[in-house]
């Protein structure tokens, strides 16, 4: 378990708390594998597998934030106001004024 608390900067103890941890984000840690009467140690392919698992639901988190600003008609893709009145909707405030 030293690789392991070495391969994410935490103390010997923190692997064995995520792996028996309840709370959401540590329910897929993987758990120890016994190898003997006080041997034990976690397979690096399924911390591999962990840690993409992890990356993969931040990038769709970040997607989701980004899609959803997008959905508004003035701002493109780079996050410009494209109506360029600034106020976060799709039609220019001087032609709603003059009407």
Avoid: C, Q
Avoid at 2 to 31: C, D, H, M, Q
């Amino acid at each position: 378990m030293k690789k392991v608390a070495e391969r994410y900067g935490v103390s010997i103890s923190t692997p064995w708390r995520w792996a028996n941890e309840k709370r959401f984000e540590y329910l897929n840690f993987p758990k120890p594998v016994p190898y003997g009467p006080n041997t034990s140690g976690i397979s690096e392919a399924e911390l591999d597998a962990y840690d993409a698992e992890r990356v993969a639901k931040r990038d769709d988190v970040a997607a989701r934030v980004t899609a959803k600003a997008h959905e508004r008609d003035d701002i493109d893709a780079d996050g410009n106001d494209v109506d360029g009145d600034g106020d976060g909707d799709d039609d220019d405030d001087e032609e709603e004024e003059a009407a």
